[in-house]
């Protein structure tokens, strides 16, 4: 009964959007011709038709479609041939006068073979396949690459963030615990790449930031992973790296039920390195919001049990878990699937990092590095990851379909941050006092996002479409009770380096809330129509967008002193207290002005055209314009000149893609794009907040940014999974967003502040990627050179003044955008045999030093340096539909490092005893952070 209803509900919500009137055609034979294994459309195709000894051809338009009109009643006969694909066989049938439209839909098979893929084609979900994949990229009217659902089960990696750095041209940024967090397509930074859930955009957790953190979605509940890397008109125009497209799983064509089950652990917790818990049952809110701004909250009000209970785990245990259920009904009209997963994963790091003065020295050399603190840290992260969603489509008749896709996703991020900084080095001397301040920091990330979107698809007649979305995202991320308690450990240490004295006072306890919320209703319409103009099928296409986001942001922080009494290892007996009563009031918070309320209108709208101009030549062209108005209002004082502001502005993207089948498995493509990428929306507002080194504020003049995009690129699909994929791209991009370390009032007042560069930017570059297979023997491999450069001022502190005094002067300096890396590569040997039921793959991943920080002074920017990573992964299947896997992360040990392009022998005296052996003579190291080797190990289950 309940299915009924749904099922009633949901035709009757499908009538109240459209209504069609259709006229008919009497005795007419039409349809579509797909793929087989990817349902792809096969424009270009030949269809025959043989009635009465008459033969008829009709060519397969650009949407798959095909019609034969005005055919006589009796028997007839079809057969459909394609380059590249088995001829169909001979479909037979009836037709008579009472027949008003026959509809018959044919799938073609790909004419190539591929031994290793014999198994994996041979059960699941023949759309989750290398070979499925390869077919989309043949076919796609863009340049893109993919990762098959097939090629990422196989993979080390968990989340989509990790799964990333294994696609061409793309590397990740990692979180504190060694985690990939964010993607770097082709040297551009997040800032430049959009993230899309099956074409939809949605918006970003992010307190400050549009770009959407990729570690949240698990890897498993994706159907493939496109990253597209050149936009056509019908996309949004803001991406200038890539767009990130999460295609999730979709309903199958039989029933289809898998699960998975692992356990596992991180060696970083071992040999008496304990993971940091502690009990996150803090404030869920702040004393502000519970009583009011005008409360003056006092000590009584916190909860300190995350500081307070010791709960260290000794090897605490991984695991993760899946769940996907899928069929038809109703004579396969009805697909429903649901899909689960659920991660929970202990990760850390051992970090050391030096920081440095505001101003540099002149001597040795002019702006020579000088250092005012030491950070040593150990980062103890347990990642709660949960994610469902479902699809459910339903053919209402063979013109119109309809489709509702939920997706939600949540992950708890509890973080243990033990922190000891060193001020002023104390490196000097071999007898000396040291100052050190030691803190413990518990946070709780809570990350949640929501999207719901309603699709439709409607045949007006032959040669019309319309396609339709509503949407509803929203995307929130809480930060309940930050709490670190610091204390300043004065220690008096003799020439043997022994501690003679240790004064500990000047504690300080703070209570941290941040809550922010992202939300966006949206509507998507496209109105496609194909004709055939002098015999040859063209698409025209138009239609547009308009979106409606509310953004919020709540931040609010205590802090409370422990005035003159000495820290003797009790917590409980210090009596903290504001330093003024007035200090524990929302009203004169430091942080309202962290606080804003964001609305953003971004309408767009577009005409494209798609075409063969020569019989192997496709062009698609067009325009599109996209409109944004944001305004925002911050808590600050009246008298802050921008505690309010407004955004208006129009973009005119043009853009032409052109695709040439040099044989049916060659192509040659080319193409030009314009693009944007908006400021973030904390970044346009006049925020201060602390971040893990120095202090962030925002910038109310950022201009957004533009670009001019060129690519070209050469193809080969020889059968299976097999690829050859070679090109090259270039960027000019206008306005670049950069950020830049600024002088506050003293040595160690340093600021990171979002500016436009005041030149514009290049980058340009090179990819290749091949993929192969010597019967149960595949190697892949990728490799991207990849150059960017900018020129932005630069201060230079040199004895230039009268009688060689040291001044400040400016200089232009060349540098790369931030997060470029020279070379990016990727090397995998894969090893499939249906035989022996085995699949096992070891992994490489290259990323090339690259730009991690930029100064404000001349030749002191950080770089990270190379970094290289091993990973094993396999897959033994022990029964028809039970298998064993494994997954090992980083198995050589590898450590994130950054260093300063400055001689260490020059400022050896204070680097004696910090961050170890400096092994790069010209260069030193300031950072390093060690995460050690993850292991998982479970069970999948596929029927």
């Given at each position: 009964m309940?299915?009924?209803?749904?099922?009633?509900?949901?035709l009757?919500?499908?009538?109240?959007?459209?209504?069609?009137a259709?006229?008919?055609?009497a005795?007419?034979?039409?349809g579509?011709?797909?793929?087989?294994?990817?349902?792809?459309?096969?424009?270009?195709?030949?269809?025959?038709?043989?009635?009465?000894?008459?033969?008829?051809?009709?060519?397969?338009?650009?949407?798959?479609?095909?019609?034969?009109?005005?055919?006589?009643s009796?028997?007839?006969?079809?057969?459909?041939?394609y380059?590249?694909?088995k001829?169909?066989?001979?479909y037979?049938g009836?037709?008579?006068?009472t027949?008003?439209?026959?509809?018959?839909?044919?799938?073609?098979?790909?004419?190539?073979?591929?031994?290793?893929?014999?198994?994996?084609?041979g059960q699941?979900?023949n759309?989750?396949?290398d070979?499925?994949?390869?077919?989309?990229?043949?076919?796609?009217?863009?340049?893109?690459n993919?990762?098959?659902?097939?090629?990422?089960?196989l993979?080390?990696?968990?989340?989509?963030?990790?799964?990333?750095?294994?696609?061409?041209g793309?590397s990740?940024?990692?979180?504190?615990?060694?985690?990939?967090r964010?993607a770097?397509?082709?040297?551009?930074?997040q800032?430049?790449n959009?993230?899309?859930?099956?074409?939809?955009?949605?918006?970003s957790?992010?307190?400050a930031y549009?770009?959407v953190?990729?570690?949240?979605?698990?890897s498993?509940?994706?159907?493939?992973?496109?990253?597209?890397?050149?936009?056509?008109?019908?996309?949004?125009?803001?991406a200038i790296?890539?767009?990130?497209?999460?295609?999730?799983?979709s309903?199958?064509?039989?029933?289809?039920?898998?699960?998975?089950?692992?356990g596992?652990?991180?060696?970083?917790f071992?040999?008496?390195?304990?993971?940091?818990?502690?009990?996150?049952?803090?404030?869920?809110?702040?004393?502000?919001?519970?009583?009011?701004?005008?409360?003056?909250?006092?000590?009584?009000?916190?909860?300190?049990?995350?500081?307070?209970?010791?709960?260290?785990?000794?090897?605490p245990?991984?695991?993760?878990?899946?769940?996907?259920?899928?069929?038809?009904?109703?004579?396969?009209?009805?697909?429903?699937?649901?899909?689960?997963?659920?991660?929970?994963?202990?990760?850390?790091?051992?970090s050391?990092?030096?920081?440095?003065?505001?101003?540099?020295?002149?001597?040795?050399?002019?702006?020579?590095?000088?250092f005012?603190?030491?950070?040593?840290?150990?980062?103890?992260?347990?990642?709660?990851?949960?994610?469902?969603?479902?699809?459910?489509?339903?053919?209402?008749?063979?013109k119109?379909?309809?489709?509702?896709?939920?997706?939600?996703?949540?992950?708890?991020e509890?973080?243990?941050?033990l922190?000891?900084?060193?001020l002023?080095?104390?490196l000097?001397?071999?007898?000396f006092?040291?100052?050190?301040?030691?803190?413990?920091?518990?946070?709780?990330t809570?990350?949640?996002?929501?999207?719901?979107?309603?699709?439709?698809?409607?045949?007006?007649?032959d040669?019309?479409?319309?396609?339709?979305?509503?949407?509803?995202s929203?995307?929130?991320r809480?930060?309940p009770?930050?709490t670190?308690f610091?204390?300043?450990?004065?220690?008096?240490?003799?020439?043997?380096?022994?501690?003679?004295?240790?004064?500990?006072?000047n504690?300080?306890?703070?209570h941290?809330?941040?809550?922010?919320?992202?939300q966006?209703?949206?509507?998507?319409?496209?109105?496609?129509?194909t004709?055939?103009?002098?015999?040859?099928p063209v698409e025209?296409?138009?239609?547009?967008?308009?979106?409606h986001?509310?953004?919020?942001?709540y931040y609010?922080?205590?802090?409370?002193?422990?005035?003159?009494?000495?820290?003797?290892?009790?917590?409980?007996?210090?009596?903290?207290?504001?330093?003024?009563?007035?200090?524990?009031?929302?009203n004169?918070?430091?942080g309202?002005?962290?606080n804003?309320h964001?609305t953003?209108?971004?309408?767009?709208?577009?005409?494209?055209?798609?075409?063969?101009?020569?019989?192997?030549?496709?062009?698609?062209?067009?325009?599109?314009?996209?409109?944004?108005?944001?305004s925002?209002l911050?808590?600050?004082?009246?008298?802050?000149?921008?505690?309010?502001?407004?955004?208006?502005?129009?973009?005119?993207?043009?853009?032409i893609?052109?695709?040439?089948a040099?044989?049916?498995?060659?192509n040659?493509?080319?193409?030009y794009?314009?693009?944007?990428?908006?400021?973030?929306?904390?970044?346009?507002?006049?925020?201060?907040?602390?971040?893990?080194?120095?202090?962030?504020i925002?910038?109310?003049?950022?201009?957004?940014?533009?670009?001019?995009?060129y690519?070209?690129?050469?193809?080969?699909?020889?059968g299976?999974?097999?690829?050859?994929?070679?090109?090259?791209?270039y960027k000019?991009?206008?306005?670049?967003i950069?950020?830049?370390?600024?002088?506050?009032?003293?040595?160690?007042?340093?600021?990171?502040?979002?500016?436009?560069?005041p030149?514009?930017?290049t980058?340009y570059?090179f990819e290749?990627?091949?993929?192969k297979?010597?019967?149960?023997?595949?190697?892949?491999?990728?490799?991207t050179?990849?150059?960017?450069?900018?020129?932005?001022?630069k201060l230079?502190?040199?004895?230039?003044?009268?009688?060689?005094?040291p001044?400040?002067?400016?200089?232009?300096?060349?540098?790369?955008?931030?997060?470029?890396?020279?070379?990016?590569?990727n090397?995998?040997?894969?090893?499939?045999?249906a035989?022996?039921?085995l699949d096992?793959?070891?992994?490489?991943?290259y990323?090339?030093?690259?730009?991690?920080?930029?100064?404000a002074?001349?030749?002191?920017?950080?770089?990270?340096?190379?970094?290289?990573?091993?990973?094993?992964s396999?897959?033994?299947?022990?029964?028809?539909?039970l298998?064993?896997y494994?997954?090992?992360?980083?198995l050589t040990?590898?450590?994130?490092?950054?260093?300063?392009?400055?001689?260490?022998?020059?400022?050896?005296?204070?680097?004696?005893?910090?961050l170890?052996?400096?092994?790069?003579a010209?260069q030193?190291?300031?950072?390093?952070?060690?995460?050690?080797?993850?292991?998982?190990?479970?069970?999948?289950?596929?029927?």
């Amino acid at each position: 009964m309940k299915h009924s209803y749904f099922l009633n509900r949901l035709l009757l919500f499908s009538s109240l959007i459209f209504l069609f009137a259709f006229s008919s055609v009497a005795q007419t034979i039409k349809g579509k011709v797909d793929d087989y294994k990817t349902g792809e459309p096969l424009a270009g195709a030949t269809v025959h038709l043989t009635q009465q000894g008459v033969n008829k051809t009709a060519p397969v338009n650009l949407n798959g479609a095909y019609a034969f009109k005005n055919v006589h009643s009796g028997s007839y006969q079809i057969q459909v041939n394609y380059i590249g694909y088995k001829s169909s066989q001979v479909y037979e049938g009836n037709i008579n006068s009472t027949d008003e439209i026959k509809i018959i839909n044919i799938d073609l098979q790909d004419a190539s073979t591929q031994v290793a893929e014999v198994k994996i084609t041979g059960q699941g979900n023949n759309k989750e396949t290398d070979r499925a994949a390869r077919g989309i990229e043949k076919n796609a009217v863009m340049i893109e690459n993919i990762l098959s659902a097939n090629t990422i089960q196989l993979l080390p990696d968990v989340t989509v963030a990790n799964a990333l750095q294994r696609v061409s041209g793309v590397s990740i940024l990692r979180s504190p615990s060694g985690e990939g967090r964010y993607a770097i397509i082709r040297g551009m930074e997040q800032r430049y790449n959009s993230t899309l859930v099956n074409g939809i955009k949605i918006p970003s957790p992010d307190p400050a930031y549009r770009f959407v953190p990729m570690d949240i979605f698990p890897s498993e509940m994706l159907e493939r992973l496109e990253i597209i890397k050149a936009l056509t008109p019908n996309m949004e125009g803001d991406a200038i790296g890539g767009v990130m497209n999460l295609v999730m799983k979709s309903a199958p064509n039989h029933f289809v039920l898998s699960a998975n089950i692992s356990g596992g652990f991180s060696s970083l917790f071992s040999k008496g390195r304990l993971f940091n818990a502690f009990d996150p049952s803090s404030a869920r809110q702040s004393p502000a919001t519970i009583h009011g701004n005008s409360y003056g909250a006092t000590y009584a009000d916190f909860n300190n049990k995350a500081l307070t209970s010791d709960q260290s785990l000794n090897n605490p245990l991984s695991s993760t878990a899946g769940l996907t259920i899928g069929d038809r009904f109703l004579n396969n009209k009805l697909g429903v699937i649901v899909s689960a997963s659920y991660q929970n994963i202990y990760r850390g790091s051992n970090s050391k990092r030096l920081i440095p003065n505001a101003q540099p020295d002149y001597q040795p050399l002019p702006n020579s590095p000088q250092f005012s603190d030491s950070f040593d840290r150990t980062y103890s992260t347990q990642t709660q990851r949960l994610g469902i969603h479902n699809k459910i489509d339903y053919a209402i008749d063979d013109k119109n379909k309809i489709s509702l896709y939920n997706l939600y996703i949540h992950q708890n991020e509890f973080e243990s941050r033990l922190s000891s900084d060193t001020l002023g080095l104390g490196l000097n001397s071999t007898n000396f006092s040291k100052q050190i301040t030691l803190s413990n920091r518990s946070t709780l990330t809570q990350q949640t996002i929501y999207n719901s979107t309603l699709h439709g698809e409607h045949f007006l007649g032959d040669e019309w479409k319309l396609t339709w979305d509503g949407v509803y995202s929203r995307a929130t991320r809480n930060m309940p009770d930050r709490t670190e308690f610091s204390y300043d450990a004065n220690k008096a240490i003799n020439s043997t380096g022994v501690v003679t004295n240790e004064y500990d006072n000047n504690t300080a306890l703070t209570h941290h809330w941040e809550n922010n919320k992202d939300q966006d209703i949206s509507g998507y319409a496209n109105l496609i129509y194909t004709p055939k103009i002098a015999g040859k099928p063209v698409e025209f296409s138009t239609g547009g967008l308009f979106r409606h986001k509310i953004r919020d942001a709540y931040y609010m922080e205590y802090t409370l002193k422990g005035g003159s009494t000495l820290y003797n290892n009790n917590f409980n007996s210090i009596p903290f207290t504001m330093s003024l009563p007035i200090d524990g009031t929302g009203n004169s918070n430091p942080g309202l002005s962290n606080n804003y309320h964001i609305t953003e209108n971004d309408n767009a709208e577009y005409l494209q055209a798609r075409f063969d101009l020569l019989p192997k030549l496709q062009v698609l062209g067009g325009v599109r314009i996209e409109n944004t108005n944001l305004s925002y209002l911050t808590q600050s004082p009246i008298t802050v000149s921008a505690r309010s502001g407004k955004y208006i502005y129009t973009d005119v993207l043009p853009s032409i893609h052109l695709k040439y089948a040099l044989t049916d498995n060659q192509n040659i493509r080319a193409s030009y794009f314009a693009s944007i990428s908006r400021p973030g929306f904390g970044e346009q507002v006049p925020y201060q907040i602390d971040g893990e080194y120095y202090k962030e504020i925002g910038n109310q003049n950022l201009k957004h940014i533009t670009a001019d995009n060129y690519d070209v690129r050469y193809e080969f699909f020889p059968g299976g999974a097999d690829q050859l994929l070679l090109g090259s791209f270039y960027k000019k991009i206008y306005n670049p967003i950069e950020y830049y370390v600024v002088r506050g009032s003293g040595p160690s007042d340093l600021f990171i502040q979002p500016q436009n560069a005041p030149g514009n930017a290049t980058n340009y570059g090179f990819e290749a990627l091949a993929t192969k297979f010597f019967g149960i023997i595949g190697f892949s491999a990728n490799y991207t050179y990849t150059h960017s450069r900018v020129t932005t001022p630069k201060l230079l502190y040199a004895p230039t003044g009268a009688n060689g005094q040291p001044m400040n002067s400016i200089i232009n300096e060349t540098r790369p955008l931030q997060g470029q890396a020279n070379n990016v590569g990727n090397a995998s040997v894969l090893f499939k045999s249906a035989n022996l039921g085995l699949d096992m793959q070891l992994a490489f991943v290259y990323t090339g030093e690259r730009l991690a920080q930029v100064s404000a002074y001349a030749n002191l920017d950080f770089y990270q340096h190379a970094y290289n990573q091993l990973d094993f992964s396999f897959e033994k299947t022990l029964t028809k539909h039970l298998s064993f896997y494994g997954k090992i992360n980083n198995l050589t040990n590898a450590a994130a490092k950054i260093y300063l392009k400055y001689p260490h022998d020059k400022i050896k005296s204070q680097l004696q005893e910090f961050l170890g052996k400096q092994d790069i003579a010209a260069q030193t190291l300031v950072q390093s952070d060690y995460y050690k080797t993850l292991f998982l190990g479970g069970f999948r289950y596929k029927f």
